[in-house]
């Protein structure tokens, strides 16, 4: 189920999934996270629970937000209710609440400072990139005491620029806000590469990134809706689940 997992410093615990091993029928077999793609309720719910168990938080405790591919971040406390809708990114210093980014093409991203006890989630297709979503998302941490140079980032899967045919003005609105999205296909016309945009985007803010997983349209342990259409939404989890140890959580996040 879980492509990856890990952590930022001693309390934040965060997971990568694909679409395996999960309780969903087709179409959106079987590990799908989202709610709004038409499943049963009480599958995608016994599915989030199965990645919040990973990181030792409750489902009730998860956190969903409804995209709408713009750059407004919300900022989730002990009381917000799911899903946090008309945003594309979410902030917390709340423990033990679980943030939940979910994509089928789109990047999610997962970012977390270990010493100040900030942690965020953010979607980025191209209209993500253009907004520059994780801009905002980076400031938003910031402004709850986040510091950039103890941030890390985690871009999780998209589709690539070789499955990712795109027009002239979508290439160039998209290449203005970051170059490396851009991709010329085998044939000479134009792609995008969504993942590789948005690394870029975050170490233009200072933020240390790595990603995972492949592309969505080409793996099929992965959800695409260019590829599927009706199908489901693997995603990514973070939460902070200790109290943050200041100094000894930035050291244990340098490795
Ligand atoms: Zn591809």
């Given at each position: 189920m879980a492509i990856a997992e890990g952590s930022f410093g001693t309390d934040i615990r965060w997971a990568f999934t694909d679409r395996t091993n999960g309780f969903s029928a087709v179409p959106f077999d079987s590990l799908n996270l989202a709610e709004?793609?038409?499943?049963d309720a009480n599958s995608v719910r016994q599915n989030r629970s199965k990645v919040s168990e990973l990181l030792g938080v409750d489902v009730d405790a998860v956190v969903a937000m409804a995209p709408i591919h713009g750059n407004r971040v919300g900022v989730v406390t002990s009381t917000t209710v799911s899903?946090?809708?008309?945003?594309d990114a979410m902030v917390t210093t709340s423990v033990g609440r679980a943030l939940l980014v979910v994509g089928a093409d789109c990047s999610p991203v997962i970012l977390g400072d270990g010493v100040a006890g900030v942690i965020a989630v953010a979607h980025s297709g191209w209209r993500g990139i253009e907004a520059n979503v994780v801009a905002a998302t980076v400031e938003a941490m910031c402004d709850l005491g986040a510091k950039t140079d103890e941030m890390v980032a985690v871009v999780g899967p998209s589709v690539c620029g070789h499955c990712y045919e795109v027009d002239r003005v979508r290439f160039d609105a998209t290449v203005r806000s970051a170059t490396n999205a851009g991709v010329v296909r085998r044939d000479g016309t134009l792609g995008l590469d969504i993942r590789r945009g948005v690394m870029q985007q975050c170490r233009a803010l200072g933020v240390r990134t790595s990603s995972w997983g492949g592309c969505t349209y080409e793996d099929p342990n992965l959800f695409s809706y260019r590829r599927d259409h009706t199908t489901g939404r693997h995603g990514a989890m973070i939460a902070i689940t200790g109290p943050t140890t200041g100094y000894l959580a930035s050291t244990s996040s340098k490795h």
């Open positions: 709004h793609v038409g499943d899903p946090v809708p008309n945003v």
